[in-house]
């Protein structure tokens, strides 16, 4: 059977479930090629994050 890995970003306090989601954004580098930058964000920012 295969294993699997789940990280969660909760805080102890909250029953709201989870609060924090991870955003994968592509950005160009200053050589001209793509790479990914992964970050952990609030869920209420994703969208503010992802408009930079």
Known sequence: M???AVAGFR??????????SKVIKMV??????YIF????????LVQDHLKK
């Open 2 to 4: 295969a294993k699997r």
């Open 11 to 20: 805080d102890k306090t909250s029953t709201s479930g989870r609060s924090h």
């Open 28 to 33: 160009k580098s200053d050589t001209g090629s």
């Open 37 to 44: 930058q992964e970050e952990m964000v609030l869920n209420d």
